[in-house]
């Protein structure tokens, strides 16, 4: 009975087999011994290799390092971190350290988080069973208030309420302290105010961790009161949800609804239903918030029509990342164009950015004239694809992926590759410099809003706008730089020691159309600044300018 020598002659016929394994076993194995890694202090020593990995890495690969602060300037400011560091420290408080000095470089996308303990399987399985109502509140600074701007979760009530405290603390100095591990393309601060408000939960949580409740001091109606948020099981809150919903549509049969035999023609027409709404969720943008039914949906992408007729033409698009985009712009143009629209208004607040290609197409309806949308990427790598698949961060799925298809991807990158006077270029598709319009481009009145929020993607869109004069924009200057970004393909890089992780982008990508006053973004034609009063009264100053400018 030759059974061993079968086994590993099937191993070795199955190389990715054995590289599974060999992970599977390493990965239970590491996660303790990973998370008593960060738990524990790490020596003065180790921290300096670490702020040198950091700096050496940033160095290598990214294409603009010295655009808003000078070498010299940046030099002095990681040597002072390494003689600040005498003592052992902390992972959670080496990264509150060395994200200030890494924020000089003024660059959006670069990002630095403090390790998170690790789970195993069944760790993640029962974590999973329950909801953190924190992570449901969406926030929004507006003038001094720190607001709840949404929940969606189970109160409602606490909507337009401003923060006061968390804890103890007063909102206003944990706002102060998590400005510090943001920042904004160049020198705008617009950004800072209101990426903190935006990404507030994810902050808190790199400073303090996994908490199983959180008191929040309320003020609301002129009545202070403490809200306790805690984790409840998701399956509880879905109910409570479906109830609800049921209840206020009037349609309680919904609640005790009994399974009802369907015909073979009934089933076949929910499955041409399921498969229509499917494609729908990929065309609109799906976002699925775990806390909230199936039933209940929220888009990426937004249109509709508003006024009695069809002459205002109204598009919300909250991100470029997910979906498909190009079914959705075709629908939105023809029927702007079938019925003959006059004016339309592209929403880009609290728009991070996202995918280059999007708003290329998305320009292209925006258009009549032959254009090159971005000029090629600046980089310091020849194989920035490549680079990001080999990231630290990657999971071992992704790395392998890249391994098979380096042969692929190398060349095609050579080839995508150029370099002129010294310097390396990456070449995009939207760099094309004879790129046609789409034949239902709109050529009415465009307004765009925009606001701190506006980024990355966001603000490449609305440079190409305002510098061919195609848009009025209304709201505040863009959190994005007017002169481009230092985006595209990531790199993750993990520190040996304290593993605080370091991410940043490899390529400069720019509208062709830049200005001499360099590190602010998109001025509005129009600044207008929505006021405490407005948000909680459910007021959009910004839109209802551009309503009345229509009518006038």
């Not at 000089?104 to 789970?119: A, L």
């Not at 728009?351 to 925006?366: P, S, W």
Request: with cysteine; proline share 4%; net charge positive.
């Amino acid at each position: 009975m030759n059974i061993i020598p079968n086994q590993t002659s099937l191993m070795i016929k199955n190389p990715m087999m054995v590289l599974f394994i060999l992970f599977f076993f390493a990965s239970c194995v590491s996660i303790p011994k990973y998370n008593e890694q960060i738990a524990g202090l790490h020596s003065p020593e180790d921290l300096k290799s670490d702020v040198d990995k950091s700096y050496k890495k940033l160095k290598k690969l990214h294409p603009k390092l010295y655009q808003f602060v000078s070498k010299e300037r940046l030099d002095f400011k990681f040597d002072s971190l390494k003689q600040s560091i005498t003592a052992p420290m902390s992972s959670t408080d080496f990264y509150k350290k060395l994200a200030p000095v890494v924020f000089e470089i003024r660059q959006g996308h670069i990002g630095i988080s403090p390790p998170s303990k690790r789970y195993t399987k069944n760790e993640r399985k029962e974590l999973r069973k329950n909801e953190f109502e924190f992570y449901n509140l969406d926030f929004e600074q507006v003038e001094d208030a720190f607001l709840v701007k949404d929940n969606f979760g189970i109160d409602s009530t606490i909507i337009g309420a401003e923060v006061l405290k968390i804890r103890e603390e007063p909102i206003e100095d944990l706002v102060r302290e998590y400005k510090k591990y943001v920042s904004s393309d160049g020198y705008n601060t617009t950004f800072e105010d209101r990426f903190v408000a935006l990404r507030f939960s994810g902050l808190y949580y790199k400073d303090k961790g996994y908490l199983d409740s959180l008191p929040i001091t309320l003020s609301k109606n002129d009545s202070i009161f403490i809200k306790t948020l805690r984790r409840i099981p998701k399956d509880s809150i879905k109910n409570i949800l479906k109830i609800r919903d049921s209840l206020a549509a009037k349609d309680s049969t919904t609640i005790d609804k009994k399974e009802v035999k369907l015909s073979k023609q009934e089933k076949k027409a929910r499955k041409q239903k399921l498969k229509q709404n499917y494609k729908n969720d990929l065309k609109y943008g799906y976002i699925r918030r775990k806390s909230l039914p199936k039933e209940t949906k929220f888009y990426t992408r937004n249109f509709d029509f508003i006024g009695e007729d069809s002459s205002i033409a109204y598009m919300k698009i909250s991100n470029f990342k997910n979906g498909n985009y190009k079914a959705f712009y075709k629908e939105v143009f023809t029927k702007i164009d079938s019925a003959d629209t006059k004016n339309l208004i592209i929403d880009l607040r609290d728009n991070t950015g996202g995918r280059l290609a999007e708003i290329a197409k998305l320009y292209t309806y925006l258009t009549d004239d032959v254009h090159q949308f971005v000029e090629k990427g600046q980089t310091l790598t020849r194989f920035p694809f490549l680079k990001s698949r080999f990231s630290s961060e990657n999971t071992f799925l992704g790395k392998t992926l890249g391994v098979l298809m380096t042969p692929i991807a190398a060349p095609i990158e050579l080839l995508k590759g150029s370099k002129k006077n010294g310097i390396r270029y990456y070449r995009f598709p939207s760099s094309k410099r004879n790129l046609d319009p789409d034949p239902l481009n709109y050529k009415g009145k465009l307004y765009v809003l925009i606001n701190g929020n506006s980024f990355s993607a966001s603000s490449i869109l609305s440079t190409k706008l305002q510098a061919t004069k195609r848009a009025i924009f209304v709201g505040e200057e863009t959190g994005g730089h007017y002169n481009g970004t230092v985006a595209g393909m990531s790199k993750f890089v993990a520190l040996p020691n304290s593993k605080v992780s370091l991410s940043f982008g490899m390529l400069q990508i720019q509208a062709p159309h830049q200005t001499e006053i360099n590190g602010y973004g998109i001025i509005p034609d129009i600044e207008i600044i929505p006021t405490k009063k407005e948000r909680i009264d459910n007021i959009d100053p910004e839109l209802n300018w551009i309503l009345q400018d229509i009518k006038k």
